[in-house]
């Protein structure tokens, strides 16, 4: 088992990485200070309850905990305020108080979304993340927590750290190809942005990895999350260097929200992303030879590099332009100055970013 720690002072808070991780769950949860004499509710989706919600539920249980659970839609759509309406609502008939804590099974949009509820109930609650899939090793670390409105992805939100982390990766072993490539986008970011050892390290184990290997998989999480304990210790809130961590974001915000949440899943939009800020790094004259390397990487992992879908220029422009990342009406980008390093611009032309939506619109 690996252990890391966020460290935020007073809220600083364990991650907890490796194979049957949850079966310690109780223990984790005591050492964080909710014990049995506290209510537990716990949301999980539909993709994810018939496959884990008896198992963690019964370990907590035969712990001595009263746990309450709800199921919500699988996908972005649970990132809605009907569905966090409705939580609230169960929330309350439950009967939680202030020192209840509500748990996340699930993937990001679980996670973001139970966040959130916990954030806003009583004003704020305990609430832990048990990550299920591979995308959520980014999502579940850092307290980013939010749901969606139809113009701006995650743009209704809080910041609302979990008292732990419990990562088992015994979870990722049923996950689907797809969601497993778009979990290996999240950790290519996280490469990308900060660790060119890392990059190389992902390039050299891509076959294995894909295979999900024990030992390469729980080191693969541990250096991803890694950065972004690095960067959230240094910029709990995003007033600075935390806004790196949305490289491919503008971009893959924009796809999925005019896409409904529906055609791209979130690892897809950014891996796509990442493209886009690498194209731009080279049109800006930023940087110099990086989007092949980069499209090169995504491959291994089985991502798409390309818009292969008809979505206006104007239309994706237009959404950037709602990103909570923009200051003033000025987009935002995070783009690449070499291979483990970007930096945040916001004097990008406009014009640029035409160009690279048109390019990447083009195809291969």
């Known amino acids: 088992m690996e252990r890391l720690e966020v460290q935020l002072g007073e809220r600083s808070y364990p991650i907890w990485i490796g194979p049957g991780a949850v079966q310690q769950l109780p223990d984790h949860l005591h050492e964080a200070g909710i ?33 309450v659970t709800a199921v919500v839609p699988g996908g972005e759509r649970a990132k809605s305020l009907d569905i966090y309406g409705e939580m609230m609502t169960k929330v309350l008939e439950a009967g939680l108080d202030r020192k209840s804590a509500i748990l996340a099974l699930g993937g990001g949009v679980v996670g973001d979304l139970t966040g959130f509820v916990a954030a806003t109930y009583m004003r704020g609650v305990d609430f832990i993340q048990i990550p299920t899939t591979l995308l959520a090793h980014d999502s579940s670390v850092g307290g980013k927590v939010a749901v969606n409105h139809p113009l701006a ?18 979870f990722l072993k049923t996950l689907p190809p797809r969601e497993l490539a778009a979990g290996f986008a999240e950790m290519i970011k996280h490469g990308l942005i900060w660790d060119e050892q890392f990059v190389g390290w992902l390039e050299e184990h891509a076959d294995a990895l894909w295979n999900l290997d024990d030992s390469l998989l729980q080191e693969a999480l541990y250096r991803a999350c890694s950065v972004k304990v690095a ?26 929200s005019l896409l409904h949440y529906e ?7 950014v891996a ?14 930023l940087a110099q030879d ?26 994706m422009v237009g959404v950037m332009h709602h990103d909570k990342k923009g200051e003033s009406g000025q987009l ?19 014009n640029l970013v035409r160009e690279v939506l048109s390019k990447l619109k083009e195809g291969e």
């Open 35 to 67: 014990g049995t004499n506290r209510k537990l509710f716990m949301i999980t989706d539909e993709n994810v309850a018939p496959l884990h919600l008896d198992d963690v539920q019964g370990i907590l249980k035969r712990a001595g905990y009263q746990v």
């Open 153 to 170: 992805k995650n743009i209704i939100g809080a910041f609302h750290q979990p008292k732990l982390v419990c990562y088992d990766t015994n």
């Open 231 to 256: 960067v959230v210790s240094q910029d709990e809130r995003e007033n600075g260097i935390r806004a790196i961590l949305n490289l491919g974001h503008t971009f893959g915000h924009s796809f999925e």
């Open 263 to 269: 055609t791209l899943n979130h690892g897809e939009g």
């Open 272 to 285: 796509i992303g990442m493209v886009g800020a690498a194209l731009l790094a080279e049109k800006a004259g």
């Open 290 to 315: 990086i989007s092949n390397r980069t499209i090169g990487l995504l491959k291994k992992y089985h991502l798409p590099t390309s818009l292969q879908m008809d979505l206006s220029i104007d239309g």
């Open 332 to 350: 935002v980008f995070i783009v690449p100055r070499k291979i483990g390093e970007v930096e945040i611009r916001k004097d990008i032309d406009e």
